[in-house]
C-alpha cells in the first residue's frame, strides 16, 4: 500500500540555517503530495502541496518539489527562524473509492535556537 | 477561508461518562470530514471518514460503538466518546474537505483539536 517516510528528529538547527527534512514515498499512481505544520500547542495547517510530478509548492519561505523519479518531496528553506520551531508532517492523498485519504509520515520535530 | 472549528478544546471528565466534539466548518461546506487520535509525539491515526448524510467509515481496530459519529449537515460533525475511559485520553482532531469537486478538494482543512483527558 502507499506509505510515507521521514527523516527522524528531532532536527536542532541555528538560526538562519538551512533546513532540508527528507520525504519519500511509495505510492501507486499519481498521489498529491503535501507538508503540514504543528506549532506547539495548535492544530495542523497546511504548509504546502504539490499535485503533479515537478510542482513546486512554497510557503513561507519553505518548499517542496514533487520528484518523480526519486518519488521524493524534501522540505527545504534556505533561513530558518525561531518561529519555524514546530512538528512537520509529510503527507500523501491516497483515494478509496469517492474520497481522499492522507497518509501521514511519522512527523519531524524541528526546533531553531537563536 | 477554510476554516475549521472545534468545540471544546479542552475536556476532563470522569472514567464512565461520555464526551462530544463538535467540528464545524465555518466558510465552506464540507462533503468529507475525517476523524484523528493523535498520541504524545506521534502521527496522526485516522480513526473514521465521514460522509455527510451517511455512516460513517471506521478505520480497522477503531469500535465503532464507542466513537460515535455523526455528520448531520455539510458543516457539522461530532465525535462521541462513549463511556471513555483514561485509555481514550488523547488529542482528537477532524478535518474537513470541501464540496468542490476538483483536484484541490483532496486538500484537507484541520481543526485546533480537542484534548480530552478521562481520569
Known amino acids: 500500500g502507499n506509505s510515507v517516510t521521514q527523516m527522524e528528529g528531532p532536527v536542532t538547527l541555528s538560526e538562519e540555517a538551512f533546513l532540508t527534512i527528507n520525504c519519500t514515498y511509495t505510492a501507486t499512481g499519481y498521489p498529491s503530495l503535501f507538508w503540514y505544520v504543528q506549532y506547539p500547542g495548535e492544530g495542523l495547517q497546511l504548509l504546502l502541496k504539490a499535485t503533479k510530478a515537478d510542482d513546486k509548492g512554497s510557503n513561507k519561505g519553505f518548499e517542496a518539489t514533487y520528484r518523480k523519479e526519486t518519488t521524493s518531496f524534501h522540505l527545504e528553506k534556505g533561513s530558518v527562524q525561531v518561529s519555524d520551531s514546530a512538528v512537520y508532517f509529510c503527507?500523501?492523498?491516497?483515494?478509496?473509492?469517492?474520497?481522499?485519504?492522507?497518509?501521514w509520515g511519522a512527523g519531524t520535530k524541528l526546533i531553531i535556537k537563536p | 477561508g477554510a476554516v475549521v472549528s472545534q468545540h471544546p478544546s479542552r475536556v476532563i471528565c470522569k472514567s464512565g461518562t461520555s464526551v462530544k466534539i463538535e467540528c464545524r466548518s465555518l466558510?465552506?461546506?464540507?462533503?468529507?470530514m475525517f476523524w484523528y487520535r493523535q498520541f504524545p509525539k506521534q502521527s496522526l491515526m485516522l480513526m473514521a471518514t465521514?460522509?455527510?448524510?451517511?455512516?460513517?467509515?471506521?478505520e480497522q481496530g477503531v469500535e465503532k460503538d464507542k466513537f460515535l459519529i455523526n455528520h448531520a449537515s455539510l458543516t457539522l460533525s461530532t465525535l462521541t466518546v462513549t463511556s471513555a475511559h483514561p485509555e481514550d485520553s488523547s488529542f482528537y482532531i477532524c478535518s474537513a474537505r470541501d464540496l468542490l469537486g476538483t483536484s484541490s478538494s483532496e486538500t484537507q482543512y484541520f481543526g485546533p483539536g480537542t484534548r480530552l483527558l478521562v481520569l
Open positions: 466558510d465552506f461546506q464540507a462533503t468529507t
Open positions: 465521514s460522509n455527510e448524510g451517511s455512516k460513517a467509515t471506521y
Open positions: 503527507a500523501l492523498s491516497d483515494r478509496r473509492g469517492s474520497n481522499y485519504q492522507l497518509i
